[in-house]
C-alpha cells in the first residue's frame, strides 16, 4: 500500500521542477553555499537559521541588546524570502511565459554572480544575508521531489527519513519506505559532494570559487526554460505538489 505523497500513480507525470535531478543540483549547490560562507564569509552557514534563532535568544537572556538586534538582519531576510517567494510565485503565473520555479533559478544564479565580486575587505554580512535571502526563497518554493516532501537548503530533516523510513523498511520491506530511504540519500550525498567541491574550488580560487556554483544555476535555468517554452508549455498554470 502506498503512502500518501508517494508516487500517487506510476503513470503521474510530474512537471520537470519536481524531477530528482533538479533537488540534487539545488541540494549540491547548498551544499555548496555552506562551504563557502563558513571557510571564507564569517564562519556561518546562511542555508537555515536555526542556529541564528538560538543565538539570538541568548543574546536576549543575557541582555546584549545590540547583538540581538544584528542578529535579526538574516533572519528577517530569511523571513522576507519566504514571503517574497510566495507572493511572486503566484504573480508570475499569470503572463504564463516561465514558471516561477524557472525564473528563481535564474534569479539565484545572477545574485550568486555578484556575491563573486565582493573583494576580501567586504563585510561578510552582505554575503551571508543575500545567501540567507536566495535559500530561503529556494526552500519556499521547491518543496517535492516526485511527491515526496524534500528540503534543498539543508539536510537535518534528510538525515532523519533516512533513519526512519530504513527501519521501517527492515520491519515491512515497502516500497514507500525504500523509495524515500533512496530519495533522501541521494539529498544528502548531493549536499556532501557540494560542500567537497565548495572547498576544492575554495583552495584554487579563493572568493570567485562561488562562481562555480553560479555556473550550475545558470545551467539548470537554461534547461528549465527550454521545458517551460517547449515541452510544458501547455502546463504553466499547473501547481507543483506541496503548494
Same mark, same amino acid.
Given at each position: 500500500?502506498?503512502?500518501?505523497?508517494?508516487?500517487?500513480?506510476?503513470?503521474?507525470?510530474?512537471?520537470?521542477?519536481?524531477?530528482?535531478?533538479?533537488?540534487? #543540483?539545488?541540494?549540491?549547490?547548498?551544499?555548496?553555499?555552506?562551504?563557502?560562507?563558513?571557510?571564507?564569509?564569517?564562519?556561518?552557514?546562511? %542555508?537555515? /537559521? #536555526?542556529?541564528?534563532?538560538?543565538?539570538?535568544?541568548?543574546?536576549?537572556?543575557?541582555?546584549?541588546?545590540?547583538?540581538?538586534?544584528?542578529?535579526?538582519? =538574516?533572519?528577517?531576510?530569511?523571513?522576507?524570502?519566504?514571503?517574497?517567494?510566495?507572493?511572486?510565485?503566484?504573480?508570475?503565473?499569470?503572463?504564463?511565459?516561465?514558471?516561477?520555479?524557472?525564473?528563481?533559478?535564474?534569479?539565484?544564479?545572477?545574485?550568486?554572480?555578484?556575491?563573486?565580486?565582493? =573583494?576580501?575587505?567586504?563585510?561578510? /554580512?552582505?554575503? /551571508?544575508?543575500?545567501?540567507?535571502?536566495?535559500?530561503?526563497?529556494?526552500? %519556499?518554493?521547491?518543496?517535492?521531489?516526485?511527491?515526496?516532501?524534500?528540503?534543498? #537548503?539543508?539536510? #537535518?530533516?534528510?538525515?532523519?527519513?533516512?533513519?526512519? %523510513?530504513?527501519?521501517?523498511?527492515?520491519?515491512?520491506?515497502?516500497?514507500?519506505?525504500?523509495?524515500?530511504?533512496?530519495?533522501?540519500?541521494?539529498?544528502?550525498?548531493?549536499?556532501?559532494?557540494?560542500?567537497?567541491?565548495?572547498?576544492?574550488?575554495?583552495?584554487?580560487?579563493?572568493? =570567485?570559487?562561488?562562481?562555480?556554483?553560479?555556473?550550475?544555476?545558470?545551467?539548470?535555468?537554461?534547461?528549465?526554460?527550454?521545458?517551460?517554452?517547449?515541452?510544458?508549455?501547455?502546463?504553466?498554470?499547473?501547481? =507543483?505538489?506541496?503548494?
Amino acid at each position: 500500500m502506498r503512502k500518501k505523497g508517494d508516487f500517487m500513480s506510476k503513470n503521474e507525470e510530474f512537471l520537470e521542477c519536481e524531477k530528482p535531478w533538479v533537488y540534487w #543540483t539545488l541540494i549540491f549547490v547548498a551544499g555548496w553555499f555552506g562551504a563557502y560562507t563558513f571557510i571564507l564569509r564569517g564562519g556561518v552557514f546562511c %542555508n537555515a /537559521q #536555526t542556529a541564528n534563532i538560538v543565538l539570538f535568544a541568548i543574546a536576549l537572556g543575557s541582555m546584549k541588546w545590540k547583538e540581538a538586534a544584528y542578529l535579526l538582519v =538574516p533572519i528577517g531576510s530569511y523571513f522576507i524570502g519566504a514571503f517574497v517567494s510566495e507572493y511572486l510565485g503566484k504573480t508570475v503565473k499569470r503572463f504564463q511565459l516561465l514558471r516561477w520555479d524557472t525564473i528563481l533559478i535564474g534569479i539565484e544564479a545572477l545574485v550568486v554572480l555578484g556575491l563573486g565580486f565582493l =573583494p576580501k575587505s567586504a563585510p561578510d /554580512q552582505i554575503c /551571508q544575508v543575500a545567501l540567507n535571502f536566495i535559500c530561503s526563497m529556494q526552500f %519556499n518554493t521547491f518543496r517535492q521531489v516526485k511527491g515526496v516532501p524534500a528540503a534543498t #537548503t539543508f539536510v #537535518t530533516n534528510h538525515i532523519r527519513q533516512v533513519g526512519s %523510513n530504513l527501519a521501517k523498511y527492515v520491519r515491512h520491506h515497502d516500497e514507500a519506505s525504500e523509495n524515500r530511504v533512496r530519495i533522501h540519500g541521494q539529498m544528502l550525498l548531493c549536499f556532501a559532494g557540494g560542500g567537497v567541491v565548495s572547498t576544492i574550488a575554495i583552495h584554487f580560487f579563493r572568493y =570567485p570559487s562561488i562562481w562555480g556554483s553560479a555556473l550550475v544555476l545558470f545551467g539548470m535555468f537554461l534547461r528549465l526554460a527550454y521545458v517551460d517554452r517547449f515541452k510544458e508549455k501547455e502546463r504553466l498554470s499547473q501547481v =507543483p505538489h506541496g503548494h
